[in-house]
């Protein structure tokens, strides 16, 4: 069983490049969300997903965009890369039924120099 | 706001000593709780949830959480620590709104020594 699956799992990248994190899920999950996760600061919403074809803002979506073309695929963009996006990546995905728990992919680990 | 706050930053406990690790939350209504551990490198696993009715909830790998409306927390609890419980361990609470959105707290870095 796949669940969530994150690639790539590790980049670096210089200031100024761009790069698309890519998340697939295969539990034909309604809801899709992008988290980074900091050290002494948990888990913050970047961006998220309420359906194909939907996307909102989350607590911190400054410098990422989003998109949500099928259902099973929620891609995070950065246009820019700036040293303060530094972070560890983490996309989950949940039913549709408010009651259930996110499932979470492995994390993308991103540094920008 | 909602909020979850997590007062321990980290914890040293023995291995075969018991465990708490605390939860507060703030939330407007009943809310849906969630334990998740993450070990290092690894994504957040679910260790157990809340819904609602009971108060002690059994998740996985032997934990338990104890849910007190009247605190506003939401303890997890271990009898007896393995050496293979070294992670950090976050609270949750939800759902938040539009997106059934989840608020984590900070996490709690567990270490046990032998």
């Known amino acids: 069983n796949a669940g969530v699956t994150q690639t790539p799992k590790f980049r670096v990248l210089k200031t100024g490049q761009s790069m698309t994190l890519l998340c697939a899920q295969d539990m034909n999950h309604e809801y899709m969300y992008w988290y980074r996760q900091d050290p002494g600061m948990g888990l913050r919403l970047i961006h998220y997903?309420?359906?194909?074809?939907?996307?909102a803002k989350g607590e911190v979506p400054d410098g990422y965009n989003v998109s949500r073309l099928k259902k099973q695929n929620f891609l995070l963009g950065l246009e820019s890369a700036a040293p303060s996006q530094t972070s560890v990546y983490f996309c989950a995905s949940m039913g549709g039924r408010e009651n259930q728990p996110q499932h979470f992919g492995d994390g993308t680990r991103l540094s920008i120099l | 706001a909602q909020s979850v706050t997590q007062p321990d930053i980290h914890i040293t406990v023995s291995e075969g000593a018991s465990l708490e690790l605390r939860c507060n939350y703030s939330y407007g209504a009943t809310p849906y709780l969630f334990w998740y551990v993450q070990s290092p490198g690894q994504g957040l696993q679910l260790l157990l949830k809340?819904?609602?009715?009971?108060?002690l909830f059994q998740g996985i790998k032997g934990f338990e959480a104890e849910f007190k409306r009247s605190q506003s927390s939401f303890n997890l609890r271990k009898p007896s620590v393995h050496w293979s419980d070294a992670a950090e361990y976050f609270c949750a609470v939800g759902p938040m709104e539009y997106g059934n959105k989840l608020v984590f707290g900070a996490g709690t870095i567990l270490r046990v020594k032998s």
């Open positions: 809340y819904f609602s009715g009971d108060t």
């Open positions: 997903s309420v359906g194909e074809g939907t996307t």
